[in-house]
């Protein structure tokens, strides 16, 4: 834990503000975008995603508010390693998808429920594929085309990655098809820049999928049907870096599985 000075708030939409954590990496870009949701003249707030155990960085999110709930998009510890001690600091319970993401008596999540806390209407989306528990946040209020908070589900910059088993391509085009949904809201992402029309980026990743799935057809037609996550991983990922091999080989993992899945139906 740190103690230097705590980041100051920036504005991201007319409804949030977010702290940037101090965790960069090859999967987090720029490190975790911890979100502070306030209603005008609201005292209280809603932090979504307080993202690594830094202590500095959790006191700035803790001295926000009076923090009334805190919230968090998936499991990955980028997200979640300190709601624990942001419950500590703050009283406000976690809640998540996962019950084990769920501090002090803050219930699960459910797809569809309507929040209200700090002045606001924070609706929860279901958003499967990144991984099984992934939800996102919309805010219907928030400007004239409402904002949503997609945890990794949609990232300011690059692609998601599908942490397969748990998360698996054909939950994530269906959660892409139900974002696309809500039209031109800003896209609020957990790494990353604040990206317009929520609409037009979704339609941007289906076009990305559906051409690597195209890519990895035409490599198991080089390589046979039954080819290895590695040697596929090695055609089409063939210019990605050691740092993030990981993930490219679970991605390819998650394709062949929607694939031969695809293939088991015919």
């Known amino acids: 834990m740190t103690s230097a000075p705590g980041p100051l708030l920036q504005r991201s939409s007319a409804l949030t503000r977010f702290v940037l954590a101090p965790n960069p990496g090859p999967m987090s870009l720029d490190g975790t975008n911890s979100y502070v949701l306030q209603a005008a003249g609201n005292p209280s707030a809603v932090v979504v995603d307080p993202g690594p155990l830094d202590e500095t960085h959790l006191q700035s999110l803790a001295g926000a508010g009076p923090v009334e709930l805190i919230l968090v998009t998936h499991r990955h510890a980028d997200h979640t390693a300190g709601s624990a001690r942001l419950h500590r600091l703050t009283g406000a319970p976690v809640r998540g998808a996962d019950p084990v993401h769920c501090h002090g008596g803050g219930a699960p999540l459910q797809d569809g429920e309507v929040i209200r806390a700090a002045g606001l209407e924070v609706r929860v989306l279901a958003t499967p594929g990144h991984t099984s528990d992934s939800v996102c946040f919309h805010l219907p209020d928030d400007g004239g085309d409402g904002s949503v908070l997609t945890g990794d589900t949609i990232l300011g910059r690059g692609t998601t990655m599908l942490d397969f088993p748990d998360g698996t391509l054909g939950d994530y085009l269906a959660s892409l098809d139900k974002l696309e949904a809500l039209g031109a809201a800003t896209v609020l992402p957990a790494h990353g820049p604040v990206l317009p029309s929520l609409e037009a980026i979704v339609r941007a990743y289906r076009d990305h ?19 290895a996550v ?24 998650a394709q062949l599985n929607y694939l031969r899945g695809a293939a088991g139906h015919d």
Not at 209 to 220: F, K, S
Not at 234 to 249: I, K, L, Q, T
């Open 209 to 227: 999928r559906l051409e690597r799935l195209d890519q990895i057809r035409a490599a198991l037609d080089r390589l046979g049907r039954d080819a």
């Open 230 to 253: 590695g040697d596929v991983t090695d055609a089409v990922y063939a210019d990605v870096g050691h740092s993030v091999r990981r993930a490219a080989e679970m991605s390819v993992a």
